[in-house]
């Protein structure tokens, strides 16, 4: 079965995992692309399947998208089809005046902010204590096609498990990570996972509020959902396309 996409389409020679936080997100992904939604119940998920496209609500914070990630990319292999990407996608917080409401971005590093210890000399990440990574970097060329697709710019997206609300904060995580674009919950998790299984991983974000104060009055989720329907609208080409390419290196 074909996945039929609004401007392009994405054949089953691609196999594609997109990982949200939430229903809503999972959905607004969805509607750009034309087809049956078929529902497949795996331990702890459920994959909503357009196609060569599944698509699965993960759980919020970096600790659940990891693990139900996990469990979608070993059920998978188990079948003997395993992915041929992983997608994190949904809505984020924007560092101004970079990414403003309603614009989408790219991850060119996927960074767990917030992994790590506090001391008197400042924040540590884990990496100088000694154990394990803080990001990920999805393939250079998929992203700059996939930013070029849908006009978006690429930098850092962050993962922190307590989210940004306070001009301190944002000041903060800009002066440890200046090319930062964006922050989220999920990325580093299901990136973790990805890597595990030795699949690319790319981000993907549409930006709703401003990272800093805590303004609810200021958010535009729906901005936020719409503009991720029609980026995702736009990227079935660049992902069969940048597959192909894999294939003759």
Do not use: C
Not at 15 to 22: G, K, P
Not at 143 to 153: E, F, K, M, R, T
Not at 160 to 176: D, W
């Amino acid at each position: 079965m074909d996945l039929q996409a609004q401007e392009g389409f994405l054949t089953t020679s691609v196999r594609v995992l997109v990982a949200t936080a939430v229903p809503v997100e999972r959905d607004a992904v969805a509607r750009a692309f034309a087809g049956p939604d078929d529902q497949v119940a795996l331990p702890g998920a459920t994959l909503h399947r357009i196609g060569a496209l599944d698509l699965v609500a993960v759980g919020v914070g970096p600790a659940l998208a990891a693990a139900t990630t996990a469990s979608v990319l070993t059920a998978a292999a188990l079948r003997g089809t395993p992915y041929d990407l992983v997608v994190s996608a949904g809505i984020a917080g924007g560092f101004a005046p970079h990414a403003p409401v309603g614009s989408l971005v790219v991850a060119d590093d996927i960074v767990a902010a917030d992994l790590g210890a506090e001391t008197p000399d400042g924040f540590v990440p884990v990496t100088e204590l000694g154990f394990g990574t803080v990001n990920h970097r999805p393939p250079e060329s998929l992203v700059q096609d996939l930013a070029a697709a849908i006009g978006a710019p690429t930098g850092a997206v962050l993962t922190v498990s307590t989210v940004t609300g306070s001009a301190a904060r944002a000041a903060e995580l800009r002066a440890r990570h200046p090319h930062a674009l964006a922050e989220a919950m999920e990325g580093f998790g299901v990136a973790e996972a990805a890597a595990a299984h030795g699949t690319p991983v790319v981000e993907i974000r549409a930006v709703s509020n401003p990272v800093g104060p805590r303004d609810r009055a200021a958010w535009r989720i729906g901005d936020a959902l719409s503009a991720l329907t029609a980026g995702f609208g736009k990227l079935a080409p660049v992902l069969e396309s940048w597959k192909r390419h894999d294939r003759t290196q």
